[in-house]
């Protein structure tokens, strides 16, 4: 069957750099996206990956390889701010059905 | 904000009632989706649609139809509610792949669903 798999909790320090990883095992794949999520809030884009190698966008970046059905969030210099559940989803198919993975809660420690 | 409403945004239902989920865009995208919430479960799709009465079955689509009859709107019902039916329900829009082949959803404020 389909799965997306990555940690239900990580914790890091404030100003440190974290790794979200997230491995996949779909029928198709046509791209890996990460979403966050705050509490109480609707899922918002974050980066996306089509081909192997990393995305960079600001202190956050992606990495894929779709060799190793696999990739990660890397976020840098933390802030309080980014406590938040992040979810990897893979565009499955060319009708862009999406299917999330069950996401990761990230807490940060002063 | 892009122009994507979801009503009613709170609701509570006695099992066995239909339920109808409303989802309204703005923003002439092609590709609309429900998923649900769940604590432990993450997003999981429903159903999606890729253009006016072209609609699919998602991950957990058993119990729920939809319907598209006008890009703008997106019906999510369930026939018969059941109290697993309890959940956040999420509507997505997203426009057709750039070139690159991303595609970026954007996300409705949910509607909570409870049925007793």
């Known amino acids: 069957g389909q799965s997306l798999e990555q940690p239900s909790e990580v914790t890091a320090v404030e100003g440190a750099i974290v790794q979200i990883n997230c491995t996949y095992q779909?029928?198709?794949?046509?791209?890996l996206s990460w979403y966050q999520q705050h509490d109480g809030g609707a899922p918002t884009f974050l980066s996306y990956?089509?081909?192997?190698g990393l995305e960079e966008t600001g202190r956050f970046s992606s990495f894929l390889s779709r060799s190793d059905s696999y990739g990660y969030l890397l976020l840098q210099e933390l802030q309080m701010k980014d406590s938040a559940s992040y979810f990897c989803?893979?565009?499955?198919?060319?009708?862009?059905?999406?299917?999330f993975g069950k996401g990761t809660r990230l807490h940060i420690l002063p | 904000d892009a122009g994507i409403t979801q009503s009613p945004r709170h609701k509570v239902t006695e099992t066995g009632t239909p339920v109808t989920l409303r989802c309204h865009q703005t923003?002439?995208?092609?590709?609309m989706y429900w998923y649900r919430q769940d604590p432990g479960h993450g997003l999981r799709l429903i159903h999606y649609?890729?253009?006016?009465?072209?609609?699919d079955k998602g991950e957990v689509s058993d119990g729920y139809s939809v319907s598209r009859s006008k890009t703008e709107d997106f019906l999510l019902t369930l026939e018969s509610a059941t109290s697993s039916q309890t959940s956040v329900y999420f509507c997505?829009?997203?426009?057709?792949?750039?070139?690159?082949?991303?595609?970026?959803?954007?996300f409705g404020a949910g509607s909570r669903l409870t049925v007793l």
């Open positions: 997505a829009i997203s426009e057709s792949p750039v070139s690159s082949g991303a595609n970026v959803l954007t």
């Open positions: 779909t029928s198709g794949f046509y791209g």
């Open positions: 990956n089509a081909l192997d």
């Open positions: 989803a893979v565009r499955e198919n060319r009708d862009d059905k999406i299917i």
């Open positions: 923003e002439n995208h092609r590709y």
């Open positions: 649609s890729y253009g006016v009465k072209d609609t």
